[in-house]
């Protein structure tokens, strides 16, 4: 019989949100463990719940009643009166910060008598807790973990849910409470990793480590690429992220709009709340270049980003975000193609370009960037560039494999069952 699991997820498997990250580890999951996921932030979806199994719905929705029941409960908890002394003693934002964390603790008392009612919580449940990120519901069930004490909770921290610049008021609320009662922290970037060891003066290092996330196997061999490219009807940019402010979409744009060598075709893939903005960009800076031709896709799945991995001979794959905390699937998806990579020196993008593309400056101007596209194409079909195709499934098979990774990811839970 197979050890219990809980995966705590927001849409996964009823959103795309998700998909990218957590698609590719839930059948690694699935073989060693009987996985209940459970569902926080998305409206059901019967085909995706057939698809995927056992799935156990936790709205995280707040009426008022909600709200004034589970603040109260909170304001009972210890933890809240040390995040305040913490916030008091930092002295920035105090107001703010204290608000900002008096929500935060409430919608984790929300979660947890949630949770605790959907899946008949007890105390002598045994199963493992795996929270993909490390957020308000990862600090829900933490705070009552003494309750429990055959559970074992693990979480995964990212980016948005790990660094204190990317969350409002500069400051990550109640993670050393939650850190008491982890078992494991998972790290998908050694970046990320060695920020939270440093931030928070850790030595017991077994307790947080290193598993990355990955995508499939090699797609496009070297070989492959270089009889392909003859084929290719020309020069293909392409870059894929959600359409916000941090990922910096408008700078690719600016750099495009100095190119004045061959021709270059520019796709983005994604969605987001600026994708309007940048199309009028595009449409103002780009419009009138001969030699520049480019396409907003909007959001795709990831099956179908692959599926124009596929069709389509990618000559660059091009990132030019302000921050990057994990390693970026979009980016490991075109190492595995064998693809050359433009990225800033932000994060782990430093790990990942290495000898296969051009390292940006971590705030580049657009010139700079249109000096990477304009050299990346005059390199394009020589052996120089083959080389880098070689040397990005290299780093691919290295770092980024799934089945090695989560294989390994797994491995490293077998102690805690």
């Not at 935060?104 to 949770?115: I, K, P, V």
């Not at 519901?137 to 003494?146: E, P, Q, V, W, Y």
């Not at 980016?159 to 500069?170: A, K, P, Q, S, T």
Request: aromatic share 12%; with cysteine.
């Amino acid at each position: 019989m197979k050890p219990e699991m809980y995966l705590i997820t927001k849409e996964f498997p009823y959103g795309p949100a998700e998909d990218t990250f957590v698609k590719p580890e839930y059948p690694y999951l699935c073989e060693k463990y009987d996985v209940t996921i459970v569902v926080t932030e998305s409206g059901k979806n019967r085909e995706a719940e057939q698809e995927e199994g056992n799935v156990s719905m936790v709205s995280v929705r707040q009426n008022v009643f909600d709200k004034a029941f589970s603040f109260i409960r909170f304001l009972g908890e210890k933890d809240c009166y040390t995040e305040i002394a913490s916030i008091i003693k930092e002295g920035k934002h105090v107001g703010k910060r204290i608000f900002r964390a008096l929500m935060f603790g409430t919608a984790a008392e929300t979660f947890y008598r949630r949770l605790k009612k959907s899946i008949a919580l007890h105390k002598n449940t045994k199963a493992l807790f795996y929270f993909y990120w490390f957020d308000y519901k990862c600090f829900g069930l933490t705070m009552h973990r003494h309750k429990f004490p055959d559970i074992r909770i693990i979480a995964r921290t990212h980016g948005c849910d790990l660094y204190d610049e990317r969350e409002l008021y500069g400051k990550q609320f109640f993670q050393p409470q939650m850190d008491v009662s982890l078992d494991k922290l998972i790290f998908a970037a050694q970046y990320a990793r060695n920020y939270y060891l440093k931030r928070y003066q850790k030595k017991n290092i077994e307790k947080y480590p290193l598993c990355r996330l990955g995508v499939s196997g090699k797609e496009v061999m070297c070989g492959q690429r270089r009889t392909e490219q003859e084929k290719a009807p020309g020069f293909l940019l392409l870059s894929c992220s959600h359409a916000v402010g941090i990922k910096r979409i408008e700078l690719i744009i600016d750099g495009l709009s100095t190119v004045k060598t061959r021709n270059v075709k520019w796709v983005h893939i994604g969605g987001g709340e600026c994708l309007k903005g940048l199309q009028e960009a595009a449409k103002q800076k780009l419009e009138s270049k001969k030699n520049i031709q480019y396409r907003f896709t909007g959001a795709l799945s990831n099956s179908e980003v692959l599926e124009f991995y596929r069709q389509n001979y990618v000559g660059c794959f091009i990132t030019t975000t302000q921050t990057e905390g994990g390693s970026p699937v979009a980016v490991q998806e075109a190492l595995s193609f064998g693809i050359p990579v433009i990225a800033t020196a932000v994060g782990e993008l430093s790990q990942m370009v290495n000898d296969n593309g051009i390292l940006l400056s971590i705030n580049p101007d657009k010139e700079e960037v249109g000096r990477a596209i304009e050299k990346m194409i005059a390199l394009f079909g020589t052996d120089a560039y083959f080389s880098m195709c070689q040397n990005s499934l290299e780093i691919f098979e290295e770092k980024f494999n799934a089945e090695k990774n989560f294989s390994g990811f797994v491995k490293e839970l077998e102690e805690l069952i």
